[in-house]
């Protein structure tokens, strides 16, 4: 895995929650990207928060924290 390949940290149903999550980690200086896997027919599938693989364990301790 290369120092730009960028992995799923989060993935939810909810545009909205991804945008927060983006967020909350954009304030923490961790660059991240939204991938909308949802099907816009059907409304199935995901949307998910990406970010460097350098950064993929802060952002998820970041996201836990938010969580508990």
Same mark, same amino acid.
């Given at each position: 895995?290369?120092?730009?390949?960028? *992995? =799923?940290?989060?993935?939810?149903? @909810?545009?909205? &929650? #991804?945008?927060? *999550? =983006?967020?909350?980690?954009?304030? @923490?200086?961790? &660059? #991240?990207?939204? *991938?909308?896997?949802?099907?816009?027919?059907?409304?199935?599938?995901?949307?998910?928060?990406?970010?460097?693989?350098?950064?993929?364990?802060?952002?998820?301790?970041?996201?836990?924290?938010?969580?508990?």
């Amino acid at each position: 895995m290369g120092a730009n390949d960028f *992995i =799923k940290v989060y993935a939810t149903k @909810n545009a909205f &929650e #991804a945008e927060l *999550i =983006k967020g909350l980690l954009l304030n @923490n200086n961790i &660059e #991240a990207t939204i *991938i909308n896997k949802k099907d816009s027919q059907f409304l199935f599938g995901d949307i998910e928060v990406h970010v460097a693989a350098t950064d993929a364990e802060s952002a998820k301790e970041i996201i836990a924290s938010r969580e508990e």
